[in-house]
């Protein structure tokens, strides 16, 4: 482990030394029509990146492109050179923890390895953030990951006003960070520790065991009630740094025709129909089932963690601001009500 | 210009009575989720919760679609005077009754922040209601709110539109949060899910971005009521009401024909008559 | 099992042969294929129940179960019913004609655990597919022996919804092998079973307990009465075993929609025992 410590000026010049070797991927702010939204892309001037609150996408379309010729890279932008590796800067806990449930589905699930992802994600570098405040929505904290620092990412960042504490905690990556000057340790501990302090108590609490129990919470009936508002678009899913549902399709005549990949939703009613029009999943509240389950059983049941991680864009972004918290409330109301049941048969 | 806060009061109280007296089953309002602060649709079901019903600025959904799911219950619905048209289309087209509804229509429509819907909107009063709420405007007031609105695509040449309208489609990721917001949009298999024929790529890149717009902007024809819903759920912001909007434009330019005013009118598409201006055709 | 490359591009096969199996009611084709490399054809192996992800270049690509048996070594075979844009798309071509395929996916019909058993098979429609290959595996006269008494049962339509008439021939003669034919509905000229399957189940088949296994496949609504009726009659759930369809795209667990509950049916799948689904959300 190391650890160092640098002024934005000389944080500029290494940003300028790194992006001669690798592609640099970090928040900036996008004209949206009317508004500016604070997207990941690749760039080239370090001023542009916006450190201070919660990017409104995660970094998922870098590592995991919404569409990919099979086996190609990303190349929605003119920074993004295909030789060389990639360097996402001011990734927050709740992002990287989306990073390792995709590496454990796609890398280190060995019934089947995804190559493509393991080659983009082999050459990818995370540089983690440390969150400084709470955003309406976040949750992270909830749900057992710690805002302050994640310790999935090989390097991780500490902005304290204009200074920034760089921690390398991967040995693999000291080379690239060696000739910057030296952080003390118990500084930042402190600042660490201020920073736990400070941040403002979640008021949401996930008070049930994961996984959430299979059959029982399937056959719960309250799925219909929890999605009366939901609209059936696929925005909570395509704004999830977790959810990696895809598709392939074919483009182009007989002969000369190309494989595609692209993100898909569990959310969409086309999702699961089968080609004789029947449909296991033919309601709103079936579909949102199947999404909570999977990030509260089904995943926890196969790998390891939730596949939530509590960024709360599904509630920023959702058209009718449906919100996953409710969502978990309701079951766990039902779990206990249902559970009280259980212990009065006893 | 009636104001939020009386709104939200009038409704509360509207929905109590409806619900105390057993008029209806449920009332579809607006309200605020249990964790943020952000305006949701609500469901009520009791008279004691009538009072969760509010009326604010961020009101941007448009909750006419809600009642296909209700179909054979009694329900009334808070109605911005966009809604109470959308309402009045779905009662032409007879995909709700009449007399399973009770519609709390809003008058004097003070506007939603953020949706450009409404810089434009010369419809501030509830075409069709039960009850009202808020203070019903005047022609001229509603003219007076509206002066000096300019269209600013109408002003741009086509080559000044193309890059325009790719620019916007560019960022769409395809979510169709537009099409799921819109009341219009109530097919049981949209064009875009169809693979047999299949008229759209499932790419998202900027042709078939530009082709699904374009196809859902041409089946808004005579069927839009502006309400903005579309645009507002764009995660992307993108521009998703232009087309569609232009669509409202032309029919009343050309047919002098708005949708959703009557619940008897006829849809545009559907009527037919022999001296109707074919303006455009063959230009 | 590792992959490690990105197996997820088809390799081309050629069609080497069609057969038009029924017409009248549900158009059904088996296509007879090979791998245009003779390597691949030698290296391939596979097992009765698993499946591959085939496609049609510039079209789409969806999974089909093996009709045909592993001891086959010169070509594999699908049926497929005329139902979508895949389906369709496969019926127009001829033979000659190359198709990608990729695969096999699925975990398959137990085999080893089966050897020493008394089997039935209840096959319905299009769902007999998938039993062939196992019927035509146990009934190789490499395999025979391995087995007791084998009896199948084959539902279909009509007379006209038959399948694969040539082989009726073959598992008939095969000895100590019992092989009944019912039809929904009496119809003339019609002289063998008429009725569902799980009608016929006590009158027509011998299920000696507790050396039987079951395997059964065919359209929802037949499979759940007739395992309701195998339960009913004290078959162990262990020992009765379906396959599952779902909607896939990518075969190894990953794309989503074919999940029941944590299970993949692609991966953990498509092969289960009713013991298995019992333990699982009821979402097929």
């Given at each position: 482990?190391?650890?160092?410590?640098?002024?934005?000026?000389?944080f500029?010049?290494?940003?300028?030394?790194?992006?001669?070797?690798?592609?640099?991927?970090?928040?900036?702010l996008?004209?949206?029509?009317?508004e500016?939204i604070?997207?990941y892309?690749?760039?080239?001037?370090f001023?542009?990146?916006v450190?201070d609150?919660q990017?409104?996408s995660?970094?998922?379309?870098?590592?995991?492109?919404?569409n990919?010729m099979l086996?190609?890279?990303y190349k929605?932008?003119?920074?993004y050179d295909?030789?060389?590796s990639?360097?996402?800067?001011?990734v927050?806990s709740?992002?990287?923890?989306?990073?390792?449930?995709?590496?454990q589905?796609?890398i280190?699930?060995?019934s089947?390895?995804?190559?493509s992802?393991?080659n983009?994600?082999?050459?990818t570098?995370?540089?983690g953030?440390s969150?400084?405040?709470?955003?309406d929505s976040c949750?992270?904290d909830?749900?057992?990951l710690d805002?302050?620092e994640?310790?999935?990412?090989?390097v991780?960042?500490?902005k304290d006003?204009?200074?920034?504490?760089?921690?390398?905690k991967?040995e693999?990556?000291?080379?690239?960070f060696e000739?910057?000057?030296k952080?003390?340790?118990?500084?930042l501990?402190a600042?660490?520790?201020?920073?736990?302090?400070?941040?403002?108590?979640?008021?949401?609490?996930?008070?049930i065991p994961t996984?959430l129990?299979?059959?029982?919470?399937f056959e719960?009936d309250?799925w219909?009630?929890?999605?009366e508002?939901c609209?059936?678009?696929?925005?909570?899913?395509?704004?999830c740094?977790?959810c990696?549902c895809?598709?392939?399709?074919w483009?182009?005549e007989?002969?000369?025709?190309?494989?595609y990949?692209?993100?898909?939703s569990?959310?969409?009613?086309s999702?699961?129909v089968?080609?004789?029009?029947?449909n296991?999943?033919?309601?709103?509240?079936?579909?949102?089932?199947?999404?909570?389950m999977?990030?509260?059983?089904?995943?926890?049941?196969?790998y390891e963690?939730?596949?939530?991680?509590?960024c709360?864009?599904c509630?920023?972004?959702?058209?009718?601001?449906l919100?996953i918290r409710?969502?978990?409330?309701m079951?766990?109301?039902y779990?206990?009500?249902?559970?009280?049941?259980e212990?009065?048969?006893? | 210009?009636s104001?939020?806060?009386?709104i939200s009061?009038?409704i509360?109280?509207?929905?109590?009575?409806?619900?105390?007296?057993?008029?209806?089953?449920?009332?579809?309002?607006?309200g605020?989720?249990?964790f943020?602060?952000?305006?949701?649709?609500?469901?009520i079901?009791?008279a004691?919760?009538?009072?969760r019903?509010i009326?604010?600025k961020?009101?941007?959904?448009?909750?006419?679609?809600?009642?296909?799911?209700?179909?054979?219950?009694?329900?009334?619905?808070v109605a911005?005077?966009?809604?109470s048209?959308a309402?009045?289309a779905?009662?032409?087209?007879?995909?709700?009754?009449?007399e399973?509804?009770?519609?709390?229509?809003?008058?004097?429509c003070?506007?939603?922040?953020?949706?450009?819907?409404?810089?434009?909107?010369?419809?501030?009063n509830a075409?069709?209601?039960?009850?009202?709420?808020?203070?019903?405007m005047?022609e001229?007031e509603?003219?007076?709110e509206?002066e000096g609105?300019?269209?600013?695509?109408?002003?741009?040449?086509q080559?000044?539109?193309?890059?325009?309208?790719?620019?916007?489609?560019e960022?769409?990721?395809?979510c169709?949060?537009c099409?799921?917001?819109?009341?219009v949009c109530?097919?049981e298999q949209c064009?875009?899910?169809?693979n047999k024929p299949?008229?759209?790529?499932?790419s998202?890149?900027?042709?078939?971005?530009?082709?699904?717009?374009?196809?859902?902007?041409?089946?808004m024809a005579?069927?839009?009521?502006n309400?903005g819903?579309?645009?507002?759920?764009c995660p992307?912001g993108?521009?998703?009401?232009a087309f569609?909007a232009?669509?409202?434009s032309?029919?009343?330019?050309?047919?002098?024909?708005?949708s959703?005013m009557d619940?008897?009118?006829?849809?545009?598409?559907s009527?037919y008559?022999?001296?109707?201006?074919?303006?455009?055709f063959m230009? | 099992?590792?992959?490690?490359?990105?197996?997820?591009?088809p390799?081309?096969a050629?069609?080497?042969?069609i057969?038009?199996?029924?017409?009248?009611?549900?158009?059904?084709?088996?296509f007879?294929?090979?791998f245009?490399?003779r390597s691949?054809?030698?290296?391939?192996?596979?097992?009765?129940?698993?499946?591959?992800?085939v496609t049609?270049?510039?079209v789409?690509?969806?999974?089909f179960?093996?009709a045909?048996?592993?001891t086959?070594?010169?070509?594999?075979?699908?049926?497929?019913?005329?139902?979508?844009l895949?389906?369709e798309?496969?019926?127009?071509?001829?033979?000659?004609?190359?198709i990608?395929v990729r695969g096999?996916?699925?975990n398959?019909f137990?085999?080893?655990?089966?050897?020493?058993?008394?089997i039935?098979?209840?096959?319905g429609?299009?769902?007999?597919a998938?039993?062939?290959?196992?019927?035509n595996?146990?009934l190789?006269e490499?395999?025979?022996?391995?087995?007791?008494?084998?009896?199948?049962?084959?539902?279909?339509?009509?007379?006209?919804?038959?399948?694969y008439?040539?082989?009726?021939?073959?598992?008939e003669?095969?000895e100590?092998?019992e092989?009944?034919?019912?039809?929904d509905?009496?119809?003339?000229g019609w002289?063998k079973c008429?009725?569902?399957?799980?009608t016929?189940?006590v009158?027509e088949?011998?299920?000696e307990?507790?050396d039987?296994?079951?395997?059964t496949c065919?359209?929802?609504?037949?499979?759940k009465?007739?395992?309701?009726?195998?339960r009913?009659?004290g078959?162990d759930?262990?020992e009765i075993?379906?396959?599952l369809?779902?909607?896939?795209s990518?075969?190894?667990?990953?794309?989503?929609?074919?999940?029941?509950?944590?299970y993949?049916?692609?991966?953990?799948g498509?092969?289960?025992?009713?013991?298995?689904?019992?333990?699982?959300?009821?979402?097929?």
């Amino acid at each position: 482990m190391m650890i160092k410590k640098i002024s934005k000026e000389r944080f500029k010049k290494l940003f300028d030394e790194l992006k001669e070797e690798y592609n640099i991927a970090a928040p900036i702010l996008k004209d949206k029509g009317k508004e500016k939204i604070l997207e990941y892309d690749f760039i080239n001037d370090f001023d542009q990146i916006v450190w201070d609150r919660q990017p409104d996408s995660s970094p998922k379309n870098i590592i995991f492109p919404q569409n990919s010729m099979l086996g190609n890279d990303y190349k929605g932008s003119k920074y993004y050179d295909d030789n060389l590796s990639t360097i996402i800067m001011g990734v927050r806990s709740c992002d990287i923890e989306a990073v390792k449930v995709f590496d454990q589905v796609f890398i280190e699930d060995d019934s089947y390895i995804d190559d493509s992802y393991k080659n983009r994600r082999d050459k990818t570098i995370i540089m983690g953030i440390s969150c400084a405040e709470r955003e309406d929505s976040c949750f992270c904290d909830s749900l057992g990951l710690d805002p302050i620092e994640s310790d999935y990412a090989p390097v991780y960042i500490f902005k304290d006003e204009d200074e920034f504490f760089i921690k390398i905690k991967d040995e693999k990556y000291e080379d690239l960070f060696e000739d910057l000057p030296k952080g003390d340790q118990a500084q930042l501990k402190a600042l660490k520790k201020q920073r736990k302090e400070e941040f403002n108590e979640s008021s949401f609490s996930l008070d049930i065991p994961t996984p959430l129990p299979e059959k029982e919470m399937f056959e719960a009936d309250i799925w219909e009630e929890m999605t009366e508002k939901c609209l059936g678009c696929g925005v909570c899913t395509y704004y999830c740094p977790t959810c990696y549902c895809f598709n392939f399709f074919w483009e182009g005549e007989d002969g000369e025709s190309t494989k595609y990949k692209s993100w898909d939703s569990c959310m969409f009613s086309s999702y699961s129909v089968h080609a004789s029009g029947h449909n296991p999943r033919d309601s709103k509240g079936k579909r949102y089932r199947n999404r909570i389950m999977h990030k509260f059983s089904y995943h926890p049941l196969n790998y390891e963690g939730l596949a939530c991680v509590g960024c709360g864009r599904c509630i920023d972004r959702c058209p009718v601001n449906l919100d996953i918290r409710e969502a978990l409330k309701m079951t766990e109301e039902y779990l206990l009500e249902e559970g009280g049941d259980e212990s009065g048969k006893d | 210009m009636s104001n939020y806060d009386s709104i939200s009061q009038e409704i509360s109280e509207i929905a109590k009575k409806l619900l105390k007296e057993s008029k209806v089953d449920k009332v579809i309002g607006f309200g605020l989720g249990r964790f943020t602060k952000e305006i949701t649709p609500i469901f009520i079901k009791k008279a004691e919760d009538a009072d969760r019903l509010i009326f604010n600025k961020n009101c941007e959904m448009s909750l006419t679609k809600y009642l296909l799911n209700y179909k054979g219950e009694k329900v009334a619905i808070v109605a911005k005077p966009c809604d109470s048209r959308a309402i009045n289309a779905y009662l032409s087209e007879d995909l709700i009754k009449r007399e399973d509804l009770v519609i709390i229509g809003i008058n004097g429509c003070p506007g939603i922040e953020g949706n450009t819907a409404c810089e434009e909107c010369n419809i501030r009063n509830a075409v069709i209601c039960d009850y009202s709420v808020g203070q019903e405007m005047s022609e001229e007031e509603i003219q007076a709110e509206i002066e000096g609105f300019e269209d600013e695509i109408d002003k741009m040449n086509q080559a000044e539109r193309l890059a325009y309208f790719q620019n916007e489609f560019e960022r769409c990721t395809r979510c169709y949060a537009c099409r799921e917001a819109c009341y219009v949009c109530n097919c049981e298999q949209c064009f875009t899910d169809s693979n047999k024929p299949k008229w759209l790529g499932e790419s998202v890149k900027l042709n078939d971005n530009f082709t699904y717009h374009l196809m859902r902007g041409i089946h808004m024809a005579g069927r839009c009521v502006n309400c903005g819903a579309c645009e507002m759920a764009c995660p992307e912001g993108i521009d998703v009401r232009a087309f569609a909007a232009k669509m409202c434009s032309a029919a009343e330019e050309i047919f002098d024909y708005k949708s959703g005013m009557d619940p008897e009118q006829k849809t545009l598409l559907s009527e037919y008559k022999v001296d109707d201006s074919e303006k455009g055709f063959m230009e | 099992m590792k992959v490690e490359k990105t197996d997820m591009l088809p390799q081309k096969a050629e069609i080497i042969e069609i057969k038009q199996e029924t017409k009248t009611n549900l158009n059904i084709k088996t296509f007879r294929l090979r791998f245009k490399d003779r390597s691949q054809r030698d290296n391939f192996q596979f097992k009765p129940g698993q499946f591959m992800m085939v496609t049609v270049f510039g079209v789409g690509e969806a999974p089909f179960g093996f009709a045909s048996s592993p001891t086959e070594k010169e070509y594999f075979e699908f049926s497929v019913k005329e139902v979508g844009l895949v389906t369709e798309a496969l019926h127009n071509l001829k033979e000659g004609d190359i198709i990608g395929v990729r695969g096999p996916y699925g975990n398959g019909f137990p085999l080893e655990s089966t050897e020493g058993k008394n089997i039935i098979f209840i096959g319905g429609g299009i769902g007999i597919a998938p039993l062939r290959s196992l019927i035509n595996y146990v009934l190789d006269e490499e395999n025979r022996h391995k087995y007791k008494k084998i009896q199948l049962l084959n539902a279909f339509r009509s007379p006209e919804d038959t399948l694969y008439c040539d082989d009726y021939e073959w598992w008939e003669n095969t000895e100590n092998t019992e092989v009944k034919y019912t039809i929904d509905e009496p119809c003339e000229g019609w002289s063998k079973c008429v009725g569902f399957p799980h009608t016929l189940i006590v009158e027509e088949l011998n299920y000696e307990l507790p050396d039987t296994r079951v395997f059964t496949c065919g359209p929802p609504i037949m499979i759940k009465f007739v395992t309701e009726k195998l339960r009913e009659l004290g078959i162990d759930p262990a020992e009765i075993i379906t396959t599952l369809e779902m909607r896939m795209s990518c075969g190894v667990g990953k794309c989503g929609r074919c999940n029941i509950g944590h299970y993949y049916v692609c991966k953990d799948g498509p092969v289960f025992t009713l013991e298995q689904l019992g333990e699982m959300p009821d979402e097929y």
